[in-house]
């Protein structure tokens, strides 16, 4: 499994997040996305149906049902009801932990966060150190003047 680190800093993850899971259900990868507050969660849910006029990302959280059928599922637990092949941290998820129980059921993590944030910045840090410490595959990823994603680690 590869652990991506994505640091925002040209656009927003309102932005970012929801091409991302584009680009990973056209893959055919279902996804998890891992919040830290039920706050945040709730946001994510509203983004991902209004993020653009003329389309919106099918997902769903556990008080919707049936969530083995979402192709995108919400949540702040470990859970991986969906069988997603991608799982994406926001903000300070702890991705650690749930790499650690169940690597081998996913082919990608992210951690995406705000480089503006130095909560944020301070925990992306430790969490590469201590992913690199055990001996994960980890990259680094971040936004070029253009918006463009540039690999710098």
């Known amino acids: ?6 640091h925002l800093q040209r656009h927003p993850l309102e932005r970012v997040l929801p091409n991302l899971l584009e680009k990973s259900l056209e893959r055919g990868w279902r996804a998890v996305v891992q919040a830290t507050s039920e706050e945040r969660l709730n946001a994510l849910d509203h983004l991902l149906w209004t993020y653009a006029d003329e389309s919106f990302l099918a997902h769903g959280l556990a008080r919707d049902g049936d969530a083995t059928m979402q192709p995108v599922y919400l949540t702040l637990g470990a859970e991986n009801p ?23 059921a996913y082919e990608r993590a992210i951690l995406m966060f705000d480089g503006n ?31 463009r994603w540039e690999k710098k680690a």
């Open 82 to 104: 969906n069988g997603a092949k991608i799982r994406i941290f926001v903000e300070a998820a702890n991705v650690q932990d749930v790499v650690a129980a169940d690597a081998s």
């Open 1 to 6: 499994m590869e652990i991506w680190f994505y």
């Open 117 to 147: 944030d130095p909560d944020q910045l301070g925990n992306a840090r430790a969490q590469w150190k201590a992913l690199k410490d055990a001996g994960f595959a980890v990259a680094y990823w971040q936004q070029g003047e253009n918006g």
